[in-house]
């Protein structure tokens, strides 16, 4: 079950364009940590606990590698750890690389959960109405793409069955060759198929399976309101982190914890969904 | 109404000499179901081409085709692509984009519908034709048989008032073949479309057709009703892809009503057989068994359905032996498990050295720009063997330009370069025309008699039962029935051949029209 997916494209869009935006425009390690939060959860709704966890050691792994590269390149900071060859560590710039690489890890995982749940078909429907052409054209080489890998599988087993050249470099180049000699030949048959059907007439529409409806509105809305809550602490530079020399925090005010609830509750919006939809589901079946 | 009308039409292409259409004169009348027929290269194609100006081909055409009365020059864009449907053999290529639903809303969006009535258009015909399961699936996920019911649903969706169809069937196999014309038969009837249609294998189209067109090097040589046509053409070459009821009753000079389907062919034999007819069978001699399957267990994935659940085969040497089931049973799985390129989980494989395999689609075979280049990367020798196999003309061409049947017979001599002992054949018969159905037969036996052993996995019935020497049928993971070719047919009920399925109850072992007209022969023989 996915419910969250099943909001229009365009509302999906706008959710992603602000939970990333804020994400990559602040500095705050309390904010991200939310972010990370979210992003995690929803991932676990997504993919299952799991094979989420298998996909992590990636992201740890690029969050541990931007964290200790920092300070060896970064000398500031009053805190000295240790020296490397006359260099100072200091645990300002190690810090600053963990924030640094938590905010990269959390903008990849809401990445992540962007290409889970915007498929092609999400992508077309978004710009298939102001560029019709385009969205086929993408539609059509998404629909080729896979005919043209199995038929390359196909030839390059048979080759090798057949014993065709002991070297797989030279077997792959020749099976590949015979693929695009043979997706020309479709190709011929695709465009009568098209001209056929009328394409090149003219005011040629787009027709996407989604439909914007009230829900949409009311969440984009949603989304809004949290977005203009957050923004404004962000801009005035009240949700500031300085980590040079020292580490430190600007004083919470009544906009900075405005806007960092706002991003909390804008993060967890995704999983809070598919919670709730999970619970409402098992009450109705529970009712039945 | 009249649909179409041709008048005079000859057409010749650009650089031929010869004329591929002379002067037909033809009425499509609407709700008609016309079947055109006729051997490979007789202008069929180029006919139904020339119905739908936007494949008409380039060439000197002359005389006159009028759509409703409207030259067909003449009649709008929007209206020639939305009343006139076209539906190719390829259902793999004809398919434009990469999700159903967006598949059948394609030709609306051409002709500039709003989404509003593309979504209750798309979702009318989806139900219709059953794809409401695969609607958000991707296309490349369907089955070939699926494919061409989404072509045919994507060119119906345009409400046109004819559709035209050329081989659409030749690349399914025959249960995916026989749902498809029977949605044709339904669209027929449920809404009178117009079907005009080619077709090579006949036996169940041609009962259902109301007219039937021969076409005999690109003239219209007999119309008529299938029955008419059924008589008419005794004797000539086509004659062999007639459904087996009307061979029977030409062969046997029968004068009475043609019988076009299997049950008024059981009238028929019933009325001519007598109790003391039987054919005799004679169990032939086994020589020693070349591949052993022992308890052969398998599946693709460790948390996926076993394919193969204790399977046992064994071939004998210098047989056809043929491997049915139906679709995802697991035949092509045991086949690549003889081939050695799978391994079963459980069980034992014992088998010679050298056994290669023909894939379902031969042109995976060629890589070079002529079959010469290819058969060269294994063997410089090949004289010998293409002499044999009577590709010596095709040596210097380019693989893809080459006919289904040749370009199998080309596959086969490739094949035997590599001196196997066993061959092994996925679907040989698809995409292939009568005739080359025959010669493919032919060349399996002469391959049998020098020796080599063969294992076709097939659908095609009545080529297993004239070809084959034992067929076995996999179902469930396992061969529940295995025998000669003459005793599986003739116990079998269902999956079975059309001939005998009419003779059941009447006479027993006939499982080919040779049979039956062999067990006449005689006696005609002698009245006359």
């Not at chain 1, 906009?255 to 999983?271: D, G, N, R, Y």
């Not at chain 2, 001939?499 to 027993?508: A, L």
């Amino acid at each position: 079950m996915n419910t969250f997916r099943n909001f229009h494209p365009l509302t999906l869009a706008g959710y992603f364009l602000s939970v990333i935006g804020i994400s990559i425009f602040t500095f705050n390690p309390i904010y991200l940590l939310s972010g990370l939060f979210g992003s995690l959860l929803f991932l676990i709704t997504l993919m299952g606990f799991r094979k989420m966890f298998a996909h992590l050691r990636f992201y740890f792994l690029i969050f541990l590698i931007v964290t200790f590269t920092n300070p060896v390149f970064s000398h500031n900071g009053a805190t000295v750890l240790f020296f490397i060859n006359d260099n100072r560590v200091t645990l300002e710039a190690l810090i600053y690389g963990a924030v640094l690489g938590l905010m990269i890890t959390e903008v990849l995982l809401w990445f992540k959960c962007f290409n889970l749940v915007f498929d092609s078909e999400r992508l077309l429907c978004l710009f298939g109405k102001t560029f019709p052409k385009l969205a086929l054209v993408v539609s059509i080489a998404l629909g080729f793409v896979p005919q043209f890998i199995r038929t390359f599988k196909s030839i390059n087993s048979t080759q090798k069955a057949l014993g065709f050249s002991k070297r797989r470099v030279q077997r792959y180049l020749t099976s590949f060759s015979a693929v695009i000699t043979r997706s020309m030949e479709g190709a011929i048959i695709t465009s009568d198929s098209m001209k056929c059907r009328g394409y090149g007439l003219k005011n040629r529409t787009y027709f996407s399976r989604f439909r914007f409806t009230a829900y949409d509105v009311l969440y984009i809305l949603i989304f809004f309101v949290l977005l203009i809550c957050t923004l404004p602490a962000l801009f005035l530079g009240q949700s500031g982190v300085s980590f040079y020399p020292y580490v430190k925090f600007e004083m919470p005010t009544f906009f900075t914890v405005l806007s960092l609830l706002s991003f909390t509750v804008l993060a967890m919006i995704p999983s809070f969904f598919e919670v709730k939809e999970g619970i409402r589901w098992k009450y109705l079946i529970s009712k039945i | 109404m009249e649909i179409f009308n041709l008048e005079n039409l000859s057409f010749t292409y650009n650089g031929s000499d010869r004329n591929a259409l002379s002067g037909i004169n033809l009425t499509v009348n609407s709700g008609d179901f016309l079947l055109l027929i006729g051997e490979s290269g007789c202008g069929k194609t180029t006919l139904l081409k020339m119905l739908k100006r936007e494949l008409t081909p380039f060439g000197q055409k002359s005389g006159k085709i009028f759509y409703k009365g409207k030259k067909i020059e003449d009649i709008e864009s929007r209206e020639s692509t939305s009343q006139i449907g076209f539906i190719m053999q390829d259902p793999d290529a004809q398919i434009v984009t990469d999700k159903v639903y967006s598949e059948l809303s394609f030709g609306l969006e051409n002709l500039g519908y709003e989404s509003r009535i593309i979504r209750s258009k798309v979702s009318e015909f989806a139900t219709y034709f059953g794809l409401l399961k695969s609607f958000e699936q991707n296309t490349f996920t369907l089955s070939g048989g699926q494919k061409q019911l989404l072509n045919l649903a994507s060119v119906m969706s345009m409400n046109p008032e004819v559709i035209i169809l050329d081989e659409p069937t030749s690349q399914l196999d025959p249960i995916s073949a026989l749902e498809f014309i029977g949605t044709l038969k339904r669209l027929n009837d449920d809404f009178g479309t117009t079907v005009i249609i080619a077709e090579h294998h006949l036996q169940e189209i041609f009962p259902i057709a109301n007219t039937v067109a021969y076409i005999e090097d690109g003239k219209l040589s007999d119309i008529g009703s299938p029955r008419e046509i059924g008589t008419k053409l005794k004797g000539k070459k086509i004659e062999r892809t007639l459904p087996s009821s009307v061979r029977i009753f030409n062969a046997l000079g029968a004068t009475s009503k043609c019988p076009i389907t299997v049950k008024e062919g059981r009238e028929f034999l019933f009325d001519i057989l007598s109790e003391d007819d039987h054919i005799s069978y004679i169990e032939p001699k086994i020589s020693k068994k070349i591949i052993e399957c022992k308890n052969i267990w398998f599946r693709y994935e460790k948390r996926s359905a076993d394919i193969l659940k204790g399977c046992n085969l064994s071939v004998n040497k210098g047989e056809v032996y043929a491997l049915l089931g139906e679709n995802g049973c697991g035949k092509s799985t045991l086949l690549k498990i003889i081939n050695a390129s799978l391994k079963p989980y459980r069980g034992k494989v014992i088998r010679p050295k050298r056994v290669v395999c023909l894939p379902q689609n031969p042109k995976d075979i060629f890589v070079k720009d002529t079959v010469a280049d290819d058969l060269k990367t294994i063997d410089n020798s090949y004289k010998e063997l293409s002499g044999l196999l009577k590709i010596d003309h095709l040596l210097g061409l380019h693989p893809y330009d080459l006919s289904g049947g040749e370009l199998q017979r080309a596959a086969i001599c490739k094949i035997l370069l590599t001196d196997p002992e066993i061959l092994l054949l996925d679907e040989p018969t698809k995409g292939l025309d009568n005739f080359a159905k025959s010669n493919l037969g032919e060349l399996l036996k002469t391959l049998t008699d020098s020796g080599k052993t063969v294992i076709i996995v097939t659908h095609d019935l009545e080529f297993a039962a004239l070809y084959a020497n034992r067929c076995g049928l996999l179902f469930d993971g396992i061969i529940t029935s295995e025998n000669f070719t003459n005793p599986f047919f003739s116990y079998n009920s269902f999956y079975t051949t059309a001939v005998s399925r009419m003779t059941k109850g009447i006479v027993k072992n006939a499982v080919t029209v040779e049979d039956i007209i062999e067990l006449k022969r005689t006696e005609y023989e002698k009245n006359s």
